[in-house]
């Protein structure tokens, strides 16, 4: 579940703390990335100084996707439509009796009865269960994407995204495949720790701390699933470089918001770029 979060250094510049923000530059032409967490605490404003002095040098601001149009009414048909259990099936289906239990138990925890879950699929639900645990906690709240997609809005700046909502909706539908029950108990057991993990994970992503995001998050997934760690991080991760490269290349200052779990570890983007040849400062 942690991952499903989030369903994320050579020196500092300009005086400002490390964070989770790099300046990716090959000679005269220059870019940022910024590694984000979807959903933040209230207390998690302001953000540190880094994303707001990049912002302001940027003249364009690119995201995984389409935000705006995820939140329209019709991708909310069709993310309903391929994130629901067809008309004769319920999820006490398609799980194992001990795994519907566990769900049960939890859902009754929170005083969530599970007809609100029963056509869902089990991807669905858990990330259903997350964001009303998140909003339980008061750390649903808007995250660094939301929050500078409406900058960069109300500045009118020039946008960009990296892959289509389509492609984000298939990589999150086929999360879990084949493996619905390991992947909700997998998910329940990070559930009744999620306060902790997203402490840790915040303030691994405030300080800019790759080594401790990656230990909380990718070295668990990679192990225990290792086929959504390729489909949901690597793969797309790979997709997006070519796309970075360009970027490098064109007139003009890029910001690039994504999620902070794409940038760390040794097939995140950073180490990728690294690779490249490309020169990196974190701010």
Known sequence: MRWCLILVILYTTQGFAETSLWRIS?????????????VLSKTDYPLPAAFDAAYKKSSKLVFETDIGASQTSAFAQTMSQRMMLTDKQNLKDVLRPDVYAQLEKFGAARGISMVMLEKMRPVMAVMTLTF???????????????????????????????????????????????????FVLYSLKDLNNVEDIMQKLKAAWRSGDRDEMAALSLASMRRDFPKIYQQLLVERNQNWLPLIESMLNDPGTEMILVGVLHLVGKEGVLHALREKGYHIEQW
């Open 26 to 38: 090959n000679g005269a032409n220059a870019l940022f990335i910024g590694g984000t967490v979807h």
């Open 132 to 182: 009303m645990e998140l909003q339980r906690l008061g750390m649903a709240n808007t995250g660094v994407d939301s929050y500078f997609y409406q900058r960069a809005q109300a500045d009118e700046k020039m946008l960009g995204y990296l892959e289509s909502n389509e492609q984000q909706l298939d990589f999150i539908t086929n999360m879990g495949k084949d493996r619905e029950n390991d």
